[in-house]
Every structure is written in structure tokens, then in C-alpha cells.
């Protein structure tokens, strides 16, 4: 789950066709059986060998390429950090921030729209700043790797739209930050934290009805074969949805993704159009189940509250620090104090190196709710090969076994090795209590060392 428009709706993405793993169905595995099985029963599985047999379908250099996309991420963190204080600094040295606030205070008298159009105008100037960080990590290396399909005019026609969206909730969200610092000096940490809070949650509600379609088409999914049964999977775990909706997320990127996201009424239960073409039935309801989980686990709210108190600890950390700054820099820059809103930069630049140093915990939070969603789809979909080849597609651009330290720091889901080796544990425990070789329709087994990527259901 991403935070704002898209942590929390997050964010997200597809499988290669279903694997058999049984010994009747699948002779070219049968040495992951382990023992001998009585007559009539299931043959033993051995969850590491099984998970290891998967593992050995991503060819070398795929997964080295994969290995390379993610780490590169890494450095990605830490230069856009550095690239954010670099253009804090760039607004407060030059005085385009004092300019702005200035430029504001002629148009109106009223503080709440002084804030307001200073707010906008900031957003520009900080995206304008960070684009050259943002063509190459967001255009220039998708493509190299792979994974984008737009070419430049749509992707920035898809920017301009998003800096739209960032302007105008943006823009409010720094006046309602400022009206708070203007009345409550003193405790406006507190209140701040709230008021985060209100734009999280609108946000939750907001994104997969308006924001959403403003960058992709969203139909609904009128081929029962594949709606059917996904309706049957949430009405089975209390979930109140009668439609399934389809998002054309092919146009952008190779990646597949869905969610059943929403609160008050916006219940919505989505996947895209990669999901569709590029994984079988069995991977679908895998994928569907673990989305659900989210949804019935009440990971949505438990986020909320979680990363609600994170944002509390940050601005009681931020109202010290930012004390200390203005102090020291206030004077150099024309700033007049706390509730200036040419200080700005200077805020954004605390929390920044403030999210920054919490990477570890937030990786975490989020990482322990997919890993229980992950256990929920098992059960309720009860698919563990179509989970095992949504992890190997994921590996597309998620490195597939990292090292524990690793996967703890840079990982917001568990490893693709994690996720095989629990839904192979799963499938290990449950071999008696029922058909799994038949479940889901899967696709026959594929050599060791090569991926399937034939389509499990018609192209829309």
C-alpha cells in the first residue's frame, strides 16, 4: 500500500500460468516428493524442495536483470532523498520561496489563500526541480528494463495530470497546515497529526473514484468464467461486492496488479488488464484471495491507525527541529517565523530525512500485512501454485531472495522466496484435505529454467 493517492490504494501486479507440482500430473517434479506414500494417499512435498523447483524456472538472466532493477532501487531512495534537500535548498537560497510568499500576499489578504496559492505554486517548482530524477527513474530506466509500455508523450501527459491532482489537494493541504500553525503554535504537532490523518482517509476514499480513472479506463468484467468465481470468493468471506472491475493498466506498464480497496461505500473489487492476459485461473483467484485478505483483515484501517502515529512521532520530532532550524537559517533566508509559509522547504526537508530514517519500520508494517494476506488467500482461495507463480512474476522486477537484513530494510512485501516457500507449505500441510492437482485449471509444468508465459484467459 502506498501512502496519499497511491500508498494507500494502493500500491501492486500478475503471474506467469499455473504449475502442478503433484506426482501423477507432474513426473518432471516428482523429486520433490519425499517418502513413501501409502497406497491411495497423496505423495509427501517437500515445501524447500518444491519452493527451489520454482525458484529454478526464472532463467539466470532474468533473474539477474531483476536482482539489478531492484537494487538499483536502493540508490534510488537515497538520491531522491539527496534530491529533495537539493531542491529545498535551490528555493531557499535563490529566495524563490520568500518571492512566492510575497507574490501571494499581493493577490489576497487572506491567510488561508495566501497558503493556499503558495502551496500550488511550490508544487510546481518542486516538480519542475526533481524532473530531470523523475525522467530517468520513473521513463528512461522502465524502459530499459522492460517493464513500460508508454511512450513519452502519454507518460508526461500522465505527469501533468498527477501534478494537476498534487497541486489542488496539495495546495489545500498546506493552507489547513498553516491555518493549524497560525492558532496553535505551541501544540500544532498534535493537531497537524490529525489533520494528516483526514487527508489519509480521503484519499482512501477519493482515489478509486475520482483519481483513479483520471490515468486509466476502468470497465467492468463481464466474462463470468473469470468474474464468477471471484464473486464466489468474496461473498464467501464477507465481502459486499457484485462487480468486478478491470483497469487498462497495459497501456503503461508489463506489470500486474489488483486490489479490493475502500471505505464508506467506495468498496471496489479491481484488477488490471495484464493480470488478465498473463496469468491462468488458478493465479487469478491466488492473487484475488490475497487482495481480499486486505479487505476483510481490515488492513486498511490498521494502516491508517499505524501510520498515523508515525506521522504524530515525526511532527512532535519535526516542532523541535524546525525550531532549531528557523533559528539558525530563519534570518539568512527572510523567513519570519513558524507560521511562515515560505519555511516550507525547510519542513519538507525535516520529514523527508525523518521518512527516510523510518524506512525500516513503515517496510515492516506494510510487509507484515502482506504476509497475512498472503496466508489469507492461501486459505480462502486455496491456490498455492497460483501464489507461487504470482511471486515468480513478480520477480520480474522484485529480487527474488534477498538476504534477511534486506528484505527487512528495502522490502515492503515479503521476498518472492517467502511467499513460494509459504504457499508451498501450505500445500504441503493440506495435500490430504483435497483435489489441489485439479484446482484452478492450471497450466501443465514448464521444464526447470523456463517460465511459462502462456495466456490463462482471453485478452480484453
Given at each position: 500500500?502506498?501512502?496519499?493517492?497511491?500508498?494507500?490504494?494502493?500500491?501492486?501486479?500478475?503471474?506467469?500460468?499455473?504449475?502442478?507440482?503433484?506426482?501423477l500430473a507432474?513426473?518432471?517434479?516428482?523429486?520433490?516428493?519425499?517418502?513413501?506414500?501409502a497406497?491411495g494417499?497423496?505423495?509427501?512435498?517437500?515445501?524447500?524442495?518444491?519452493?527451489?523447483?520454482?525458484?529454478?524456472?526464472?532463467?539466470?538472466?532474468?533473474?539477474?536483470?531483476?536482482?539489478?532493477?531492484?537494487?538499483?532501487?536502493?540508490?534510488?531512495?537515497?538520491?531522491?532523498?539527496?534530491?529533495?534537500?537539493?531542491?529545498?535548498?535551490?528555493?531557499?537560497?535563490?529566495?524563490?520561496?520568500?518571492?512566492?510568499?510575497?507574490?501571494?500576499?499581493?493577490?489576497?489578504?487572506?491567510d488561508?489563500?495566501?497558503?493556499?496559492?503558495?502551496?500550488?505554486?511550490?508544487?510546481?517548482?518542486?516538480?519542475?526541480?526533481?524532473?530531470?530524477?523523475?525522467?530517468?527513474?520513473?521513463?528512461?530506466?522502465?524502459?530499459?528494463?522492460?517493464?513500460?509500455?508508454?511512450?513519452?508523450?502519454?507518460?508526461?501527459?500522465?505527469?501533468?495530470?498527477?501534478?494537476?491532482?498534487?497541486?489542488?489537494?496539495?495546495?489545500?493541504?498546506?493552507?489547513?497546515?498553516?491555518?493549524?500553525?497560525?492558532?496553535?503554535?505551541?501544540?500544532?504537532?498534535?493537531?497537524?497529526?490529525?489533520l494528516?490523518?483526514v487527508?489519509?482517509?480521503?484519499?482512501?476514499?477519493?482515489?478509486?473514484?475520482?483519481?483513479?480513472?483520471?490515468?486509466?479506463?476502468?470497465?467492468?468484467?463481464?466474462?463470468?468464467?473469470?468474474?464468477?468465481?471471484?464473486?464466489?470468493?468474496?461473498?464467501?468471506?464477507?465481502?459486499?461486492?457484485?462487480?468486478v472491475?478491470?483497469?487498462?493498466?497495459?497501456?503503461?506498464?508489463?506489470?500486474?496488479?489488483?486490489?479490493?480497496?475502500?471505505?464508506?461505500?467506495?468498496?471496489?473489487?479491481?484488477?488490471?488488464?495484464?493480470?488478465?492476459?498473463?496469468?491462468?485461473?488458478?493465479t487469478?483467484?491466488?492473487?484475488?484471495?490475497?487482495?481480499?485478505?486486505?479487505?476483510?483483515?481490515?488492513?486498511?484501517?490498521?494502516?491508517?491507525?499505524?501510520?498515523?502515529?508515525?506521522?504524530?512521532?515525526?511532527?512532535?520530532?519535526?516542532?523541535?527541529?524546525?525550531?532549531?532550524?528557523?533559528?539558525?537559517c530563519?534570518?539568512?533566508?527572510?523567513?519570519?517565523?513558524?507560521?511562515?509559509?515560505?519555511?516550507?522547504?525547510?519542513?519538507?526537508?525535516?520529514?523527508?530525512?525523518?521518512?527516510?530514517?523510518?524506512?525500516?519500520?513503515?517496510?515492516?508494517l506494510?510487509?507484515?500485512?502482506?504476509?497475512?494476506?498472503?496466508?489469507?488467500?492461501?486459505?480462502?482461495?486455496?491456490?498455492?501454485?497460483?501464489?507461487?507463480?504470482?511471486?515468480?512474476?513478480?520477480?520480474?522486477?522484485?529480487?527474488?531472495?534477498?538476504?534477511?537484513?534486506?528484505?527487512?530494510?528495502?522490502?515492503?512485501?515479503?521476498?518472492?522466496?517467502?511467499?513460494?516457500?509459504?504457499?508451498?507449505?501450505?500445500?504441503?500441510?493440506?495435500?490430504?484435505?483435497?483435489?489441489?492437482?485439479?484446482?484452478?485449471?492450471?497450466?501443465p509444468?514448464?521444464?526447470?529454467?523456463?517460465?511459462?508465459?502462456?495466456?490463462?484467459?482471453?485478452?480484453?
Open positions: 500500500m502506498r501512502m496519499a493517492s497511491r500508498s494507500i490504494v494502493g500500491n501492486l501486479r500478475g503471474a506467469v500460468a499455473a504449475l502442478l507440482l503433484g506426482a507432474v513426473p518432471a517434479l516428482a523429486a520433490v516428493a519425499t517418502g513413501s506414500p497406497p494417499s497423496a505423495p509427501a512435498l517437500s515445501p524447500e524442495a518444491a519452493t527451489e523447483a520454482y525458484l529454478a524456472r526464472l532463467p539466470p538472466a532474468a533473474r539477474a536483470r531483476s536482482d539489478a532493477y531492484f537494487e538499483g532501487g536502493y540508490w534510488l531512495q537515497l538520491w531522491g532523498l539527496l534530491y529533495g534537500l537539493g531542491a529545498a535548498w535551490v528555493l531557499l537560497a535563490t529566495g524563490l520561496s520568500v518571492k512566492l510568499r510575497d507574490a501571494a500576499e499581493r493577490v489576497t489578504r487572506v488561508f489563500l495566501r497558503a493556499l496559492i503558495y502551496g500550488a505554486c511550490y508544487f510546481v517548482l518542486t516538480y519542475l526541480l526533481t524532473l530531470p530524477l523523475t525522467l530517468y527513474s520513473d521513463y528512461f530506466r522502465e524502459h530499459r528494463y522492460g517493464l513500460a509500455n508508454q511512450t513519452f508523450g502519454p507518460w508526461m501527459r500522465d505527469q501533468l495530470v498527477g501534478l494537476g491532482v498534487a497541486v489542488v489537494m496539495g495546495g489545500i493541504a498546506v493552507a489547513a497546515f498553516y491555518t493549524v500553525l497560525r492558532r496553535a503554535p505551541r501544540t500544532w504537532w498534535l493537531w497537524a497529526s490529525g494528516a490523518v487527508f489519509l482517509i480521503f484519499s482512501v476514499l477519493v482515489a478509486p473514484v475520482w483519481i483513479e480513472p483520471l490515468f486509466n479506463r476502468i470497465t467492468e468484467l463481464r466474462d463470468p468464467v473469470v468474474s464468477d468465481p471471484i464473486l464466489r470468493l468474496a461473498r464467501a468471506n464477507g465481502i459486499p461486492a457484485d462487480h472491475y478491470v483497469q487498462d493498466a497495459s497501456k503503461q506498464s508489463k506489470r500486474v496488479s489488483a486490489h479490493v480497496t475502500g471505505l464508506l461505500g467506495t468498496l471496489r473489487i479491481e484488477l488490471n488488464d495484464n493480470l488478465l492476459r498473463r496469468a491462468s485461473p488458478a487469478i483467484e491466488a492473487v484475488m484471495g490475497h487482495e481480499m485478505g486486505h479487505y476483510v483483515l481490515h488492513h486498511i484501517q490498521k494502516s491508517l491507525v499505524a501510520f498515523s502515529l508515525l506521522l504524530a512521532l515525526g511532527f512532535a520530532i519535526l516542532a523541535r527541529a524546525f525550531d532549531g532550524a528557523l533559528a539558525r530563519g534570518p539568512r533566508y527572510r523567513l519570519r517565523g513558524l507560521a511562515d509559509p515560505a519555511a516550507l522547504p525547510i519542513l519538507a526537508a525535516l520529514f523527508s530525512l525523518y521518512l527516510f530514517a523510518v524506512t525500516p519500520i513503515a517496510n515492516t506494510i510487509r507484515t500485512d502482506e504476509a497475512e494476506a498472503d496466508l489469507f488467500g492461501l486459505n480462502a482461495a486455496r491456490q498455492p501454485d497460483g501464489q507461487a507463480e504470482a511471486a515468480l512474476l513478480l520477480a520480474e522486477y522484485r529480487k527474488l531472495r534477498p538476504g534477511p537484513l534486506e528484505e527487512w530494510f528495502f522490502f515492503d512485501h515479503p521476498s518472492g522466496y517467502n511467499r513460494i516457500l509459504t504457499a508451498m507449505r501450505w500445500k504441503a500441510a493440506h495435500r490430504g484435505d483435497c483435489d489441489l492437482a485439479g484446482a484452478g485449471n492450471p497450466m509444468a514448464a521444464p526447470p529454467g523456463s517460465v511459462i508465459t502462456t495466456v490463462g484467459a482471453p485478452e480484453r
